[in-house]
């Protein structure tokens, strides 16, 4: 069965800090990755999405992710964390077929001065 | 170009009343889907439309819910007889084809009481 899990629901880093969200998937199939990120209150923004080819995307806001085929991994980085990343983040994976994302419960991330 | 438009953004009703959320995809889009999100928890997906048709309903409950995707006009997610269990965020997604980037909408926050 498909599913998506972000072991870690809460995660604390210090500005300027860097920063790793894990993401596991379980597909019968070729994934297609995507990292989510959502505010309080609104709604999701993608960060980077991974079809095919080079296994390290790049993102917005300085985010980037690697997808390990071996270890059905894709985790978020972010060398320098900023006051503003403070959110709600989620991975994805969808279907070949379209039909539907499968959505990991979130990670939680604190930013402290 | 405008995103995706969801309305209400919140809604609230009293247990046996009905419930309407609205969508309206981005430009060009013809594949929408929806989601929900219970606290704590991450996205579920309920239902994938196309113009006029339902692609994929295994996400829906099988009793008081209902979506459409007329020619004209928003997608519908209808909830009638609402119960409390119902309080959730409700997302719109849509996208161009069928195999893409999701592009999701701000959400409808709906409270039963």
């Known amino acids: 069965a498909q599913s998506v899990t972000q072991p870690d629901i809460h995660i604390t880093v210090s500005e300027g800090a860097s920063l790793e969200l894990r993401c596991n998937y379980s597909?019968?199939?070729?994934?297609?990755l995507f990292w989510y990120v959502q505010s309080p209150g609104q709604g999701l923004q993608l960060l980077l999405k991974y079809f095919s080819g080079d296994t390290l995307v790049q993102g917005i806001k300085g985010f980037e992710a690697e997808f390990k085929r071996s270890q059905s991994s894709f985790n978020l980085r972010k060398p320098s964390v900023h006051w503003s990343d403070a959110a709600e983040y989620f991975c994805a994976v969808g279907a070949l077929t379209g039909n539907q994302f499968y959505f990991g419960t979130g990670t939680s991330l604190t930013v402290i001065p | 170009n405008a995103g995706v438009m969801q309305n209400p953004r919140h809604l609230v009703r009293r247990r046996g009343q009905e419930a309407r959320l609205r969508c309206s995809p981005m430009k060009g889009h013809s594949h929408v889907y929806w989601y929900r999100q219970l606290p704590e928890e991450g996205l579920k997906f309920m239902v994938y439309l196309q113009k006029e048709n339902i692609i994929d309903e295994s996400g829906m409950p099988k009793e008081r819910f209902s979506a459409e995707f007329p020619k004209e006009g928003p997608s519908i997610l209808r909830i009638q007889q609402v119960v409390r269990g119902d309080s959730a965020a409700y997302f719109c997604?849509?996208?161009?084809?069928?195999?893409?980037?999701?592009?999701f909408g701000p959400g409808t926050r709906l409270t039963v009481l």
């Open positions: 597909y019968g199939a070729t994934p297609y």
């Open positions: 997604a849509s996208s161009p084809v069928s195999v893409d980037e999701q592009f």
